[in-house]
């Protein structure tokens, strides 16, 4: 039996609140903004950009195959006969009225995550567990602005038993519209953590922002909180204050909702025993670090406020795997050995860089094998980014890091305030780093790369993969 369209091209051009020109498609099976990625059948919306215009590429779309483009009504002479076409006033706005139309028509477990770390692996990972007991949504990678969560809600097909929303933030503002057009029924804060400083007064102004999330719960619904952080309390009274029916907590603290009792990590994975509500769960993480092991513990809050089934919740968590970028791990073939790569090097802030640096350390090494910290800049500090940097020397020095090769203006001082014989290689920026970094590496070593995706550390990771072949896995 073939499954219903995503969208029929009458009640999606309805939904733009758009008219039609040229044929209306019977049935639309995806959404776009980016020809590269654009599949035939999908919906192409052609947002204002940055640096794009997606009304460039209109014609390019519906060659590749695209079911019906959305232009705005300034353009709409310029494509007379070109194809199926839904010309609204406003792309942007049009693609959040599609989304908040087929939000309305969920009858599904709709969860909202935000945080400043952690963010992508907990929404994977409920991706993951949820998957397991119904049909779930969520974005294919961290689709969490003011484009990326109104196109994943176009994206949802109708029947879902559950969706899983990511929301992010730069700046003042911007967590509520997202949350609005979301309305979950349940909505988990990961952490609060000095990041985005550059725009924010204050931590505890990044905690009132994120808590846009449950201002925008739908009435009675539940809102997760992290019981270990300074803001925990605040973060409560807030949820307190607004439509949130129900608080749940998760951490190590003692009176945690949902309480970590012990873990035991191990380098390429944990195993973990907690309370939920009192009940215990046992479990295997398949991806190694406390800071996944302290967001399992925010998954099966997740999983609770659904009324999901939490045993089967935790048993699909063994099947947890870093998402590329975030810890995913290599063994790559170098001349005399193998090497251990972590490409961390999707994002960078004080936490998950500590986290980074404390699972390499936790890596044996063998022979005459180091381990080595490349790392990049943190962005969007603020005042306080030479200082968290520096603060940097504590882990690397703790978790016995033999080299840190470095670039960027904040992480020199890290570099220079290193003790010597830990220093690999200094440059302005990672292009001038990469060479350095590919020379320096032998057999036996595990090497980290990480820092904010600003810092463009994602090319050294290519540049190792090409020098390096990887180890074939074994069946």
């Given at each position: 039996?073939?499954?219903?369209?995503?969208w029929?091209?009458?009640?999606?051009?309805?939904?733009?609140?758009?008219?039609a020109?040229?044929?209306?498609?019977?049935?639309v099976?995806?959404?776009?903004?980016?020809?590269?990625?654009?599949?035939?059948?999908?919906?192409f919306?052609?947002?204002?950009?940055?640096?794009r215009?997606?009304?460039?590429?209109?014609?390019?779309?519906?060659?590749?195959g695209?079911?019906?483009?959305?232009?705005?009504?300034e353009?709409?002479?310029?494509?007379?006969?070109?194809?199926?076409l839904?010309?609204?006033?406003?792309?942007?706005?049009?693609?959040?009225?599609?989304?908040?139309?087929?939000?309305?028509?969920?009858?599904?477990?709709?969860?909202?995550?935000?945080?400043?770390?952690?963010?992508?692996?907990?929404?994977?990972?409920?991706?993951?567990?949820?998957?397991?007991q119904?049909?779930?949504?969520?974005?294919v990678?961290?689709?969490?602005?003011?484009?990326?969560?109104p196109?994943?809600?176009?994206?949802?097909?109708?029947?879902?038993?559950?969706?899983?929303?990511?929301?992010?933030?730069?700046?003042?503002?911007?967590?509520?519209?997202?949350a609005?057009?979301?309305?979950?029924?349940?909505?988990?804060?990961?952490?609060?953590?000095?990041?985005?400083?550059?725009?924010?007064?204050?931590?505890?102004?990044?905690a009132?922002?994120?808590?846009?999330?449950?201002?925008?719960?739908?009435?009675?619904?539940?809102?997760?909180?992290?019981?270990?952080?300074?803001?925990?309390?605040?973060?409560?009274?807030?949820?307190?204050?607004?439509?949130?029916?129900?608080?749940?907590?998760?951490?190590?603290?003692?009176?945690?909702?949902?309480?970590?009792?012990?873990?035991?990590?191990?380098?390429?994975?944990?195993?973990?025993?907690?309370?939920?509500?009192?009940?215990?769960?046992?479990?295997?993480?398949?991806?190694?670090?406390?800071?996944?092991?302290?967001?399992?513990?925010?998954?099966?809050?997740?999983?609770?406020?659904?009324?999901?089934?939490?045993?089967?919740?935790?048993?699909a968590?063994?099947?947890?795997?870093?998402?590329v970028?975030?810890?995913?791990?290599?063994?790559?073939?170098?001349?005399?050995g193998?090497?251990t790569?972590?490409?961390?090097?999707?994002?960078?802030?004080?936490?998950?860089?500590?986290?980074?640096?404390?699972n390499l350390?936790?890596?044996?090494?063998?022979?005459?094998?180091?381990?080595?910290?490349v790392?990049?800049?943190?962005?969007?500090?603020?005042?306080?980014?030479?200082?968290?940097?520096?603060?940097?020397?504590?882990?690397?020095?703790?978790?016995?890091?033999?080299?840190?090769?470095?670039?960027?203006?904040?992480?020199?001082?890290?570099?220079?305030?290193?003790?010597s014989?830990?220093r690999?290689?200094?440059?302005?920026?990672?292009?001038?780093?990469?060479?350095l970094?590919?020379?320096?590496?032998?057999?036996?070593?595990?090497?980290?790369?990480?820092?904010?995706?600003?810092?463009?550390?994602?090319?050294?990771?290519?540049?190792?993969?090409?020098?390096?072949?990887?180890?074939?896995?074994?069946?």
């Amino acid at each position: 039996m073939m499954s219903a369209p995503l969208w029929t091209g009458d009640k999606l051009i309805a939904a733009l609140g758009g008219r039609a020109e040229g044929a209306v498609p019977p049935a639309v099976t995806g959404a776009s903004i980016d020809t590269r990625t654009l599949e035939p059948g999908d919906v192409f919306f052609a947002i204002k950009g940055e640096a794009r215009d997606g009304h460039d590429f209109v014609k390019a779309a519906l060659d590749k195959g695209a079911a019906l483009a959305v232009i705005d009504e300034e353009h709409a002479a310029a494509f007379t006969g070109i194809g199926a076409l839904a010309i609204v006033p406003d792309v942007l706005k049009a693609m959040e009225q599609a989304g908040a139309a087929r939000r309305a028509q969920l009858k599904a477990g709709i969860v909202a995550v935000t945080g400043s770390v952690g963010k992508t692996g907990t929404k994977e990972a409920l991706r993951l567990v949820l998957s397991r007991q119904g049909k779930t949504h969520a974005p294919v990678a961290s689709y969490n602005n003011h484009w990326g969560v109104p196109l994943t809600l176009v994206r949802t097909p109708a029947d879902i038993a559950y969706g899983v929303y990511e929301i992010g933030m730069n700046s003042p503002g911007e967590i509520l519209p997202l949350a609005r057009l979301v309305r979950p029924q349940v909505s988990i804060i990961t952490t609060i953590q000095p990041v985005h400083l550059a725009a924010f007064a204050s931590v505890e102004g990044i905690a009132e922002e994120k808590a846009g999330v449950f201002w925008e719960l739908e009435k009675g619904g539940t809102a997760i909180v992290n019981a270990d952080i300074p803001q925990s309390e605040l973060l409560r009274d807030i949820a307190k204050s607004g439509p949130a029916g129900r608080i749940i907590t998760f951490g190590e603290s003692p009176d945690a909702d949902v309480r970590l009792v012990s873990c035991a990590l191990k380098p390429d994975m944990s195993t973990v025993e907690a309370r939920v509500f009192g009940e215990a769960v046992a479990y295997r993480l398949g991806s190694p670090g406390k800071h996944i092991v302290l967001n399992s513990l925010g998954v099966l809050a997740v999983v609770h406020a659904l009324g999901a089934d939490l045993a089967l919740a935790a048993l699909a968590l063994g099947d947890l795997k870093p998402p590329v970028g975030r810890g995913a791990r290599q063994i790559l073939q170098a001349p005399g050995g193998p090497i251990t790569l972590l490409d961390e090097s999707y994002n960078g802030n004080p936490a998950s860089m500590r986290a980074a640096i404390e699972n390499l350390g936790r890596l044996p090494v063998e022979g005459r094998g180091r381990r080595i910290a490349v790392l990049g800049d943190m962005l969007e500090l603020g005042p306080t980014g030479e200082q968290l940097h520096k603060g940097l020397a504590e882990p690397l020095n703790a978790n016995a890091i033999d080299k840190v090769f470095a670039c960027g203006p904040l992480m020199k001082g890290l570099y220079e305030s290193l003790p010597s014989a830990m220093r690999g290689a200094y440059a302005p920026g990672a292009g001038d780093l990469e060479p350095l970094v590919l020379d320096a590496i032998r057999a036996g070593d595990v090497i980290t790369v990480k820092g904010s995706l600003g810092s463009r550390m994602g090319p050294i990771v290519k540049a190792i993969l090409a020098r390096f072949p990887a180890v074939p896995a074994e069946d």
